[in-house]
């Protein structure tokens, strides 16, 4: 049986409170507690505590079964802030041994796009906060979104890290299988890891789409898949939050996975590997190039998620002009507002795509229209431009705020 990969991104971002033109100059008071808090108790509900107790009975049972995931630094400062048991449950299936907590940027956020200073930055937060929260070094990245090109390898390979992770789409692919281990367009050759986008879709995505030709998509049936692949690696990654939130509780998306699991697993050989087990055991097979940026987003599978019309270029154009009056400025909260607006999910509410990209786009957003999302970002963004004009004063025992 071919080994899997499976991987979970867990992230929540920090939303903007309702912030009008009045409040410029008056108001610094960005972010919606009270929402923020809300929503996490709800996911915390539906989907974080029942699925981290699946995957917990499923390593206890299973030796061969292992998992990985990225968390970014806004939700594991919101898990410290609103949901400590959250975080504790994480801590206990890192305590097992068999789960990898991945590198990434600590706000989820589009630095790369902007400034490789910060976009260091960042990773840098992030590996602290992994290191403070489970006690273990990331070695293998994951970039917002699945974002990835060449160059972004060629910086990672520097760095040292022990392989990145990629959307296996056809722009980077071509003909060739997503089930391998490839060689990123690097001096060094640097593992890449390849999403088999449409194995993974049809769980985080199809599951429960009634007008899907394969509903219901029942364990075994899923496993018939799995068996027909000729590859070396089956990757699966998807949202944390496929399990009960955006595949609610009610559509069966547990017990299905965890009788996969159950299944798949009582094959011969069968095994799960995190992404460094699968760089370690597998050689890496052809040189895979990405001049242009990818990701995992739409339909296009580019950056037209978050930079595709002139309302998210400007926003991200106007935010990373204030960078380093931010960093100067001697403000620990004004640095932590500018971080948290890196976050790519509020680039994402405002694009204007239309039907079924333009459908998901709605439903994540918590705004009424791309245009409302633009203004209330760009008020916030001004704001902060008056706030980092005139540095403030650094106390000497004050700790740069990560989160």
Known sequence: MIP?????????????????????????????????????????????????AMLMRLLERHPAFSVSFSLSG???????????????????????????????????SLA??????????????????????????????????????????????????????????????????????????TPGGLPLLLRDYRLSDDIAFRFSNRTWKEHPLTSEKYDRWVGALTGEILSLFMDFETFGEHQ???TG????????????????????????????????RDRLSAPRLLSWADEARDLSAWQGNDLQRDALRRLFALEDRAKASGSDTAMRDFRRLTTSDHFY?????????????AYFS?????????????????????????PARRSPAARPLGA
């Open 112 to 185: 790369w796009l902007a400034s490789t200073a910060e976009f260091q930055a960042q990773i840098e937060l992030h590996r602290e906060r992994v290191r403070e929260d489970f006690g273990v070094e990331p070695r293998v990245f994951r970039n917002t979104e699945l974002i990835y090109s060449d160059d972004l390898a060629r910086y990672l390979e520097e760095r040292g890290y022990a392989g990145v992770l990629a959307d296996g789409v056809e722009p980077l692919l071509g003909p060739l299988s997503p089930d391998h281990v490839y060689s990123a367009a």
């Open 253 to 284: 998306i547990f017990q299905f996975f965890e009788a996969w699991v159950e299944l798949y697993l009582s094959r011969p050989g069968a095994r799960f590997l995190t992404p460094s087990q699968a760089i370690a055991a597998l050689p890496a």
């Open 74 to 108: 806004c939700l594991l400062q919101q898990f410290r802030d609103f949901a400590p048991e959250v975080r504790k449950a994480f801590q206990e299936l890192a305590a097992t041994g068999r789960v990898e907590f991945l590198a990434e940027t600590s706000h989820h």
């Open 366 to 390: 918590p705004f009424d229209s791309p245009y409302e999302a633009y203004m209330a970002f760009m008020h916030v963004v001004s704001d902060l431009e008056h706030r980092v004009t005139t």
């Open 4 to 52: 899997v990969c499976l991987y979970f991104q867990v992230h929540q971002p920090y939303r903007l409170r309702p912030y009008n033109y009045f409040d410029i100059g008056r108001e610094h008071r960005y972010f919606d507690d009270d929402k923020n808090r809300a929503l996490l108790r709800r996911v915390s509900d539906k989907c974080y505590l029942p699925a981290t």
């Open 349 to 361: 509410y405002m694009a204007t795509k239309s039907y079924g990209d333009g459908e998901v786009h």
């Open 248 to 250: 609610w509780k009610e």
